[in-house]
């Protein structure tokens, strides 16, 4: 088994973001989540609620927005 500085639990827009900036500060991390790729709860949100929707929140770190 690997060994890492920080485990991120939740690999929705939050853990996402921690992920981006531990990388970008050299700390070992993994992130880890119950679903089988990124997006965490979202998955489980209705079709029309998308990041673009909600608050104007679109963009994680080091992204650029995606077209509204």
Do not use: C
């Not at 996402?16 to 998955?43: F, K, M, N």
């Not at 673009?52 to 509204?68: H, K, S, Y």
């Amino acid at each position: 088994m690997a060994s890492v500085d920080v485990l991120v639990i939740g690999a929705g827009q939050a853990g996402l973001s921690v992920a981006y900036h531990l990388e970008r500060s050299g700390i070992g991390h993994a992130v880890v989540d119950a679903e089988a790729g990124p997006g965490g709860a979202w998955r489980h949100r209705w079709p029309t609620l998308t990041m673009a929707t909600v608050n104007g929140i679109r963009e994680l770190p080091g992204t650029t927005p995606p077209a509204a």
